[in-house]
């Protein structure tokens, strides 16, 4: 069973970064994928970006596109989301999740096996 840790939220600035963490307990090569998400108070979870593990093909919500990039450390078993031009629409808490099989869509959190407790992030105006 996959374990993640997520840290690295905090409050920020409108316009400034953080950079999330997410430590993943099992060898990556059981897991095909990493996905981030996040929910604010009183709306679904949803999709923000996702890595593959081997390949290292990405992919990102609309709304982050070009603001957030993620990445992963094979040997680390880590993934990263690196944050930028953070907006108060950024507020929530942020999960990392991963993802064991190639099949179902990977920006859809049913698709998703383990998730990590959450790290809150809030960025004030």
């Known amino acids: 069973q996959v374990q993640l840790v997520e840290s690295g939220g905090g409050l920020v600035q409108a316009g400034g970064s953080l950079r999330l963490s997410c430590a993943a307990s099992e060898r990556t090569f059981s897991s095909y994928a990493m996905g981030w998400f996040r929910q604010a108070p009183g709306k679904e979870r949803e999709f923000v970006a996702a890595?593959?593990?081997?390949?290292?093909?990405?992919y990102y919500a609309d709304s982050v596109k070009g603001r957030f990039t993620i990445s992963r450390d094979n040997a680390k078993n880590a993934v990263y989301l690196q944050m930028n031009s953070l907006k108060p629409e950024d507020t929530a808490v942020y999960y990392c999740?991963?993802?064991?099989?190639?099949?179902?869509?990977?920006?859809?959190?049913?698709?998703?096996?383990?998730w990590g407790q959450g790290t809150q992030v809030t960025v004030s105006s």
């Open positions: 890595i593959k593990w081997s390949e290292g093909s990405t």
């Open positions: 999740a991963a993802k064991r099989s190639a099949f179902s869509l990977i920006s859809s959190k049913y698709a998703y096996s383990y």
